[in-house]
């Protein structure tokens, strides 16, 4: 019985833009202040995949533009994996079933991957014990913007910056901070607290997503329009208080078309015996093509993630 542990995607450089702002008051005006330089890579998925245990091997499997046929969607298993950074197809699952709300077993509640899941959550005791467990690991804080009058601040392991972004609505995302964990989550913090930031979402899933949708559709109808993304982006993160040189990425779905076409599910049961090819992913949604109707449908990988399914994916 498979189990969906994460989605993986190949995708495409399309252009870089680069964007300058400053920061606002007397010193701004006079032609000091803060100044902030941007670097906008824009990609684009051209793959979607997803890596698929087969217990009670601990192994996955990247399978590309799966068919799925789910006849039964069983408990979810403990979502704890270990491997090297930057690989996810070597990675190993624990085959256990998840016994916490947060989806670990009993042997990995306490590991330093549930931990730092904690620490992002605002709990600071965990953010000290996941850096005590494991001191190499860098974390990321970047700076989202999805078209919301306040950008998002989030933090991530360093090396899963551009799947993260990919997970959430956005127009685009920058890198403004690499370190350990603590200083990660501080500054993480700060940032979330000024007039321009928000720790939260800062909005409702589907009102973020709605926004980020309608500008990225408004992007790709004009051409030079994400030099203004690069700007915009910029100017928010000047904003924020800070300067510097900051790498930002925007990451397109294959065929942006189906994000306001495509039916939600609301539930995974609407899933089961159909035959469906994944066929592209953005947001954390993957849309779905039913081989039998060619209607498109849009689920959060949610729903069936780490979960044992009766049926195929391959």
Known sequence: MPVIR???FEHERLGSYRAEARGAGLDSWLGGGRRVE??????RITRPGLLVQEPPSRSVEPV???????????????????????????????VNPAETRDGYCRLHRGSWKALYERCA?????ACIEAQRLNP?????????????????????????????????????????YTGGLL?????????????????GAGARLGERLRLAVAEIERRLASSGEWARVAERLASLIAG?????????????????GWLARARRLREPGELLGRRLRLVDYWAGLLALRDEETGELLALDRGLVQHRVLQGKVG
Do not use: N
Not at 183 to 199: F, I, M, N, P, V
């Open 64 to 94: 590309w533009e799966p068919l799925l046929r789910i006849m039964h969607i069983g408990v979810m298993l403990c979502r704890f994996h270990e491997g090297p950074r930057g690989e996810p197809a070597k990675h190993r699952y624990c």
């Open 38 to 43: 941007v670097v906008l890579e824009v990609l």
């Open 240 to 256: 924020l208080g800070l300067q510097g040189r900051f790498s930002a990425y925007t990451v397109l779905p294959r065929e942006p």
């Open 6 to 8: 994460a989605v993986i």
């Open 183 to 199: 200083d990660a989550r501080e500054t993480e913090k700060k940032l979330g607290r000024s007039r321009l930031g928000t720790e």
């Open 136 to 176: 190499g690991e860098k974390y990321s804080v970047y700076v989202l913007d999805y078209g919301g009058a306040r950008a998002k601040v989030g933090l991530t392991q360093s090396w899963r910056l551009l799947w993260r972004i990919a997970e959430q609505p956005h127009v685009a995302a920058a890198m403004v």
């Open 121 to 125: 959550q605002g709990i600071d005791s």
